[in-house]
């Protein structure tokens, strides 16, 4: 089995006021695309999604990590929440081996603190990720070194591109915006 665990903290600030920086991250959707290595499989409701996070190890092991996630935006503790969800009607997902993949479920999370700074937002987020895989049957003989060393690689490496690629990303498509309406709380 490979365990991948990771977590990671970015502090950053947006360039809009925090009830619109809320309604800019509203849209779970939307926030889905911003991130490097996730892509959207299904939309069940605009709060409730189904993701893919998938990466290629040391150029040949590709994983892939589904998860069922929810969005809830609070407007008074200026929270943003998404989070690993059950959804009755989601198609199970089937954990697969083969020589050079390994696919699974797991746990994909994202908690951020708004502080409001005049025009500006100051965004505290938390990044997770979490999942334990077959091992590809490639891997069989590797050292257990190795193994580690790609979950590892998964937890810290891969952790750090998703969470700078999703602050460039989100404040590159910030400059496209057009906000539409305020968030429910």
């Not at 935006?73 to 989070?83: L, M, R």
């Not at 937890?155 to 057009?178: N, P, V």
Request: aromatic content about 8%; some cysteine.
């Amino acid at each position: 089995m490979i365990q991948i665990t990771g977590s990671i903290q970015r502090t950053f600030i947006f360039p809009a006021p925090a009830a619109e920086t809320l309604t800019f991250f509203s849209e779970l959707v939307r926030v889905a695309q911003f991130m490097p290595h996730i892509s959207l499989v299904h939309t069940y409701a605009p709060d409730q999604i189904r993701v893919l996070y998938e990466s290629v190890e040391l150029g040949s092991y590709t994983i892939r990590i589904y998860t069922d996630l929810e969005g809830k935006i609070d407007g008074k503790a200026q929270t943003i929440s998404v989070y690993p969800v059950k959804i009755p009607t989601a198609t199970p997902i089937e954990t697969t081996c083969t020589m050079r993949e390994t696919v699974g479920y797991g746990l994909f999370a994202i908690d951020a603190q708004l502080f409001e700074l005049d025009e500006q937002t100051r965004i505290e987020a938390t990044l997770r990720l979490e999942a334990r895989l077959e091992q590809p049957r490639g891997m069989n003989l590797m050292p257990k070194r190795v193994i580690n060393r790609i979950a590892k690689g998964i937890t810290d490496h891969r952790m750090r591109e998703m969470a700078d690629g999703f602050i460039k990303t989100s404040l590159a498509a910030y400059a496209d915006y057009q906000p539409t309406c305020q968030p429910a709380d």
